[in-house]
């Protein structure tokens, strides 16, 4: 079943709020066989949520809304599905109950406001919310279903898990989707368009190749869509295998991998350690480790020595070398790699230092210039990044050039 | 003049990629008076690109389009164009020039894919790409604007900022849209609205009240529309002075405040040095402060202790203590505190430990325990906090929690 996303909230169409709902919700639908046809953000203005809902019920057979349930007075998608449905108000006692423990829990009082949100369309079955004051609706018109739910993210993601998902699993599907997505780094869009243009021309139809590329990775995603689920599978499986051996060098994981995911599983496979010295990442990679539930097994730590006595006292780094070379340069990145190896007794540790900006730089050495260091047993390796003058996207390269060298280095040995 | 984004691609319709190209041009267009109607994303198919572009021009005057117009078969955005517009494609020398150029940089050829790319509907002025090699295309029909970029954030960026907004600046303006947001914490949402009642009855009819709530912060947003911009910035200014009398203790920021640059403006200006001591949160932390440019001037830097043996070690945490509490508690934070704070030479540090999650907690202290220290010159003050049991919520909670811990503490000396 098609499915149509109606984001409301004018803080999405100024720019304060990126909408990460609709994404979410449609990677869940997709789980089940049901595809996104559109996704639509709109303010919360009661002629804008109609105009959309009678656009969306010509479009689709499953209409999800969030956002405007609050209890404030912008919120107006209830009073629209009213009016949509031609249908009045009616208090419900269980979503009464609910909020009054909510509120209880909380140590406070149900007041008018509350009640409010205790009244529901009578046409709509509820969807109770065990995290908010606010429930979500779901109305059946023919064999079409519109349902609208709260637009605070987890609120809205326990009615999705623990009711839509269920229900659209339960239901025969005529059609399933499968995406597979292949990670490449080190390779631009067009080269690689060259690389696997024969392999492209000769995928068989029911499978389609999407290119999503960003800074330093490219994406290759492929989806079939069919009838059975197994066939499927298996011709993109046999795909993906004529894929690697025609770019072995540059594929470095699948779909939701992370670097720090596929160095992570690495080193915990190889019951190696690993620790970070970190400058101008100021402690991003450390983040990005620590991010993956279990890292405690192979993270020892990081000093993250943004101060230049900081990187003397804790990592060894000579105070002539920082006095005459700058806190920038090969013999730091290293010494910064090899002191933070020692002393936080790791296998592995990874040394960064540059100029993340945008101010900083100099001639000799412009903002987005980064030493990276790898520090392993017998050796260490170290390489000079030029980056550009944009502070976040400089972090976020260098970790991500860090985290793609330290797994090379590993898988070398 | 209102806009309407088009946002192509199927990877945002599969919850692969959020939009943040969307939320991005819409707070480009609010600054120089252009409201976003609505946002729309579509798959890479002619006929909905079609249908979204008939609809848009009945809806708005300006239609931005991101997306599609790269070098693979995916991607019909230009097809789509001239068939909507009933142009050909004609070689663009200057297009033609830059994508050679762009190329040789990279130590390339020109391939055929690249010299398609240099073919342009007949009919639109081009923009330049200097970062790609895909250019934008600007078509006018009547007083409407349809302007299709690449959906590459950086490249899309650039052609936004160098040529739609000064196009967008030199308009004259019917309409001026202003906004002011107000930054709370420590109140909830269905509180908050109660001790603001007041105020919000009394708003003049220019100005219009937003609630947005996220996990432990409530953002009030003040929009004001009119025909003069000195007028709104006064009214709004006189009503943020009321409100700043009603709830003085819960705001801690305005607009793009974050905690990171508010608490480093504080430092900055008292002339003190910050270092962190963080086991749960990872180093996130100490990447918030890092990601503010110029931080260096207040921050010495972090020690991510994850082993019990780093706490020691490097923070002198000690090994009984760690042996018979753990390493979640009281007095481990405020060790931690004490340690950072001495071993970086700082005048204020952080300590942070606690039960990340999912795993690893226990019934006396479940997932999400956390306890935060700040240590001064002369004392340690510490608090628990009980977060939940997704593992990136808690590390975001956490480092927000200590961050607001330790403005309050400043605050207060």
Known sequence: MQAFIISI??????????????????????QVGSEVREVRVITDKKTEILRCLREAEDLAGLVLITGGLGPTRDDVTRDALCEYFDCGLVVNEDVLGDITTYMERRGRKITDVNRDQAMVPEKAFIIRNPYGTAPGFWFRQGDKSFIAMPGVPYEMKEMVLKHIVPALESTPREQHIVHKTVLTHGVGESVLLELIADWENNLPAAVQLAYLPSTGIVKLRLTGKGSNKETLLEIIGRELEKLKQIIPEYIWGFDDDSLEGVTGRLLAKKGKSLATAESCTGGFIAHKITSIPGSSAYFKGSIVAYANK????????????????GAVCRQVAED???????????????????????????????????????????????QRFAFGDNRKRNISRAANAALAMLKDYIERL
Chains 1, 2 share one sequence.
């Open 9 to 30: 909230g004018e803080e999405l169409l100024i720019g304060q709020t990126i909408n990460t709902n609709a994404a979410w919700i449609a990677a869940q639908l997709n």
């Open 336 to 382: 910064m790699a090899a002191g933070a190896r020692q002393t936080l007794e790791a296998d592995y540790a990874i040394g960064v230092t540059g100029i993340a900006g945008p101010d900083g730089g100099s001639k000799s050495k412009p903002a987005g210039t980064t030493w990276i260091a790898i520090a392993g047993e017998h050796e260490v390796i170290s």
């Open 310 to 325: 900081a990187k003397e006292h804790l990592l060894g780094v000579s105070h002539d070398l920082l006095d005459t070379q």
